[in-house]
């Protein structure tokens, strides 16, 4: 079974909207942008400073969300194409009837067992 790719498309649309909090900032468009002052960390500083500062964080958590994410894709391709090469003793694919008849036998047992409890 091949292994999903939800992990790499979180991380790139978290990228796509640290991104665009960046840009929100660096345009001033939210709200509480329009002010001089900030209050900050207990401190009040200027919005200019305010806005350097949180765009250069949102910067950097989107470069580092898009490295996250090539490394998660990457990875779960190479995890997905040894799953998909892997093969028996001869180059032929194993059968899963094997794996399926344990599982049901042990899905019986477990059956027989709740059966027996519940009488």
Do not use: W
Request: overall charge positive; proline content about 3%; charged content about 25%.
């Amino acid at each position: 079974m091949k292994r999903p790719l939800l992990v790499p498309i979180a991380l790139f649309l978290c990228s796509s909207s640290a991104f665009l909090l960046d840009a929100l900032f660096r345009a001033r468009v939210l709200p509480f942008l329009h002010a001089e002052t900030i209050l900050s960390r207990g401190r009040e500083i200027s919005t200019q400073e305010f806005v350097r500062l949180m765009s250069k964080d949102f910067d950097i958590a989107g470069v580092l969300t898009i490295a996250l994410g090539l490394t998660a894709l990457l990875t779960l391709l190479a995890a997905n194409r040894q799953r998909s090469g892997k093969r028996g003793a001869k180059g032929i694919r194993r059968p899963h009837s094997e794996i399926g008849i344990r599982r049901l036998e042990s899905n019986l047992k477990f059956e027989e067992m709740i059966y027996h409890l519940c009488i």
